[in-house]
């Protein structure tokens, strides 16, 4: 079993930036895919970033490209998300999760095997 526990959440303003961490516990995730997504009041789940087992292949949701960079520490067992430029719109809580496959083209949020409490990201304007 693996436990995810996000940090990093917090007000700022808009055109500000936030670190978002996610560290697992449980058992190495270092063979698994991570991701993250986000939750907006009223609004379904929605696909922000995945990184695979490695590091080397990433993906982004289009709303997010260019300002969002996720990033990982298989040593430290942990995944980052560093989030730029960030608008009202990115207002939302933001989940960490995880999938065995190893793959970071998933982008389906049933298709993740485990997901953390979720952290709250909040762009004034």
């Known amino acids: 079993q693996v436990q995810l526990v996000e940090s990093g959440g917090g007000l700022v303003q808009a055109g500000g930036s936030l670190r978002l961490s996610c560290a697992a516990s449980g058992r190495t995730v270092s063979g698994y895919s991570m991701g993250w997504f986000r939750q907006a009041p009223g609004k379904g789940r929605e696909f922000v970033s995945a990184?695979?087992?490695?590091?080397?292949?990433?993906s982004y949701a289009d709303s997010v490209k260019g300002r969002f960079t996720i990033s990982r520490d298989n040593a430290k067992n942990t995944v980052y998300l560093q989030m730029n430029a960030l608008k009202p719109e990115d207002t939302a809580v933001y989940y960490c999760?995880?999938?065995?496959?190893?793959?970071?083209?998933?982008?389906?949020?049933?298709?993740?095997?485990?997901w953390g409490q979720g952290t709250q990201v909040t762009v004034s304007s």
């Open positions: 999760v995880a999938d065995r496959r190893g793959s970071a083209s998933v982008r389906i949020d049933t298709e993740y095997d485990y």
């Open positions: 990184i695979n087992w490695s590091g080397a292949s990433t």
